[in-house]
């Protein structure tokens, strides 16, 4: 699990759910009601957050102002 701090949380969560929306909606996902962790996931390299397809393994790199919590 990745835990993150910083400012305009309202920011970073409509650019997970922008991102997310887009992946959805230009990809073929199997049918089905799903949470948002169960298609993807956060990851965080070299100072920089992207939200991750769990399956393809996509990466769509996200604009975060943030550091990583030690958890």
Not at 17 to 32: D, I, P, S, V, Y
Not at 43 to 66: C, H, I, S
Request: net charge negative; hydrophobic share 45%; aromatic share 8%.
């Amino acid at each position: 699990m990745l835990g993150i701090q910083g400012h305009d949380e309202s920011q970073a969560t409509a650019q997970v759910a922008c991102a997310a929306a887009m992946h959805l909606l230009n990809k073929q996902f199997q049918k089905g009601v799903f949470h948002i962790e169960e298609l993807f996931s956060l990851a965080y390299a070299n100072g920089d957050f992207a939200l991750v397809d769990q399956k393809t393994k996509e990466e769509m790199g996200l604009a975060l102002r943030a550091s990583v919590l030690n958890t």
